[in-house]
C-alpha cells in the first residue's frame, strides 16, 4: 500500500495569514505517460462529509476559493491557504489516487491562532 | 440536484446484522463509480472499496475484504454496504462517494479521487 504521511497533525494561523499543510507519499504519484500526479485534498468541517478540494494535486475544483492552492510533485506535496478565513477551520486530508486501495493521510487539523 | 442521500442513523448491538444505502440522483448513476469510506470516532479516513453500479463489479480493500458486502439496486439508483455480523469496531461513520470519471474510446474509465458525498451514515455498535 502507499503510505500517505501528513505535517503536521495540526496547525494554529492567524486570520489573513498563510497555512501550509504538506503531505508525502512512499512512492511516486507522478504517473509518466501523462505527467499528472495522483494526488487529491480534501477539507472536513465538523460534522460534515469530506469536500474535494484540489485533484491532479494542484487542479482546483471549481467553487473553491482561489486562496487554496496545491503544489508538489512525485512525493511531496503541498496545501497552500494564502490568507486564512474563518470558515478554513476544519481537517485537511491528502490522499493517493493512484491505485487501490486508496489511501488518505492522517489529516492535519486547521484552526484559528 | 446532484447528490447522494445516505440512510440514518444506527444502533445496532454486536453479532447483529446490517445493510444502509447510498441513493444517488441527479446524475446517471449506472456509469459512475460509487466508493465506501469508513471514519471511526475522532479519527481520519479509510477507503473501503468501490463498486460499479453499471456490472456491480467490486473491489474491496484488503482490510475490508470478507467483513463487509457491497452491492447496488440500478432501478432505484441505490448502492448498499452490508453486514452480517457487526462488532463493537464497527462502530464508525460510513461515508459513500462517487468517483470521477474520464470517458475515452467509448469508454467510461474511473479516476481515483472522489467529488460528490454522502453525508454520511452513523453506525452505533454497542451491547
Known sequence: DIVMTQSPDSLSVSLGEKATIN??????????SNYKNY?????????QPPKLLISWASTRQAGVPDRFSGSGSATDFTLTISSLQAEDVAVYYCQQCYFPPYTFGQGTSLEIK | EVQLVQSGTEVKKPGESLKISCEGSGYSFSTYWITWVRQMPGKGLEWMGVIYPGDSDVTYSPYFQGQVTFSVDKSTNTAYLQWETLKASDTATYYCARHDRYYN???YFRLGYFDLWGRGTLVTVSS
Open chain 1, 39 to 47: 494526488l487529491a485534498w480534501y477539507q472536513q468541517k465538523p460534522g
Open chain 2, 105 to 107: 474510446n467509448g469508454s
Open chain 1, 23 to 32: 503531505c508525502k507519499s512512499s512512492q511516486s504519484l507522478l504517473y509518466a
